[in-house]
């Protein structure tokens, strides 16, 4: 075998075993699998003609996840001027793929035990989403970047700390509350020194497991990740997980400001400025953003 064969056997070995690791630990922290409405749902929505009336039925046989889908529809970021009464008008009024996205995160929350911790969790991820949207909407720079893009990846960008917390339990509890005391460190990087993995590559594999698009997937890997930021920062060439992490770390940053009694993240001081810069906002541009972002950071769920 010539070298080079040899070195890409390695390689491609040294690869398989890195990625076994990843799985199985990934299998033992217990990601949760991919609920059937939602394999249902994207089986008939990459149909060429979806089944409107097969949709429906699928959606509303799920209480919970009917009502949802509902509320969302008449939330005033999706507004649409008149009132939703079915599930038939959800889909009607906020598309099928943001239909499609809005019900896994609904059926993502419906997975975890109802805590406290995981309430706020899930607070603060809808505001996040709402404002991400609005954001992708208003801003000329985030033009490339489609406003449900940005609404889903908003829900989804911290999805892996709900997991970490069910593992983990209080332990995990500890890691967050040194990542809101150390505001020097990313929170990835405390997490890494005491667990096999992040909530970023964890995330990263529920959004993959629920067939969330590659961009979304992609963003929620790299979303605490400076470097990838900042080495692309010109995302309008057509790398719109840019855009999302930039859009998302902006949203929440506005989510922070809004409520000041919230403990503030560590992260808009490493990745604030790469994300407005990313977006080509400059300081008034920002300054100009607080006053119409608070209706939206501050609407009821």
């Given at each position: 075998?010539?070298?080079?064969?040899?070195?890409?056997?390695?390689?491609?070995?040294?690869?398989?075993?890195?990625?076994?690791?990843?799985?199985?630990?990934?299998?033992?922290?217990?990601?949760?699998?991919?609920?059937a409405i939602i394999t249902q749902i994207k089986t008939?929505?990459?149909?060429?003609?979806?089944?409107?009336?097969?949709?429906?039925?699928?959606?509303?046989?799920?209480?919970?996840?009917?009502?949802?889908?509902?509320?969302?529809?008449?939330?005033?970021?999706?507004?649409?001027?008149?009132?939703?009464?079915?599930?038939?008008?959800?889909?009607?009024?906020?598309?099928?793929?943001?239909?499609?996205?809005?019900?896994?995160?609904?059926?993502?929350?419906?997975?975890?035990?109802?805590?406290?911790?995981?309430?706020?969790?899930?607070?603060?991820?809808?505001?996040?989403?709402?404002?991400?949207?609005?954001?992708?909407?208003?801003?000329?720079?985030?033009?490339?970047?489609?406003?449900?893009?940005?609404?889903?990846?908003?829900?989804?960008?911290?999805?892996?700390?709900?997991?970490?917390?069910?593992?983990?339990?209080?332990?995990?509890?500890?890691?967050?509350?040194?990542?809101?005391?150390?505001?020097g460190i990313g929170i990835t990087e405390i997490e890494e020194s005491?667990?096999?993995?992040?909530?970023?590559?964890?995330?990263?594999?529920?959004?993959?497991?629920?067939?969330?698009?590659?961009?979304?997937?992609?963003?929620?890997?790299?979303?605490?990740?400076?470097?990838?930021?900042?080495?692309?920062?010109?995302?309008?060439?057509?790398?719109?997980?840019?855009?999302?992490?930039?859009?998302?770390?902006?949203?929440?940053?506005?989510?922070?400001?809004?409520?000041?009694?919230?403990?503030?993240?560590?992260?808009?001081?490493?990745?604030?400025?790469?994300?407005?810069?990313?977006?080509?906002?400059?300081?008034?541009?920002?300054?100009?953003?607080?006053?119409?972002?608070?209706?939206?950071?501050?609407?009821?769920?």
């Open positions: 075998m010539a070298d080079s064969e040899a070195r890409a056997a390695v390689e491609k070995s040294a690869a398989g075993r890195a990625t076994l690791m990843l799985e199985t630990s990934f299998h033992e922290i217990g990601i949760p699998t991919c609920p008939e929505m990459d149909k060429e003609d979806p089944d409107l009336h097969q949709l429906d039925r699928a959606i509303s046989s799920d209480v919970a996840i009917a009502a949802g889908l509902i509320g969302i529809a008449n939330s005033p970021h999706f507004g649409s001027g008149r009132r939703v009464r079915s599930v038939r008008d959800a889909l009607q009024v906020l598309g099928l793929a943001t239909a499609g996205r809005a019900v896994a995160g609904i059926a993502l929350r419906n997975v975890f035990p109802i805590t406290p911790q995981i309430e706020r969790f899930w607070h603060t991820s809808a505001a996040v989403a709402r404002l991400s949207g609005w954001l992708a909407k208003r801003l000329e720079s985030s033009r490339e970047v489609l406003a449900e893009d940005a609404y889903t990846f908003g829900l989804f960008r911290n999805c892996g700390i709900p997991v970490l917390m069910k593992r983990y339990g209080q332990d995990y509890d500890k890691l967050l509350k040194r990542a809101d005391d150390e505001q005491k667990l096999p993995t992040n909530h970023a590559a964890v995330g990263s594999a529920l959004s993959r497991a629920w067939w969330l698009p590659e961009e979304i997937t992609l963003a929620i890997r790299h979303h605490h990740d400076q470097n990838m930021v900042t080495l692309s920062a010109d995302f309008r060439r057509g790398n719109e997980a840019i855009g999302l992490i930039a859009v998302g770390q902006i949203a929440e940053h506005l989510f922070q400001y809004h409520n000041p009694k919230l403990r503030q993240g560590s992260d808009w001081g490493r990745m604030g400025p790469v994300a407005l810069r990313a977006l080509g906002i400059g300081e008034e541009a920002l300054q100009e953003l607080y006053p119409p972002s608070k209706a939206v950071a501050l609407a009821s769920n």
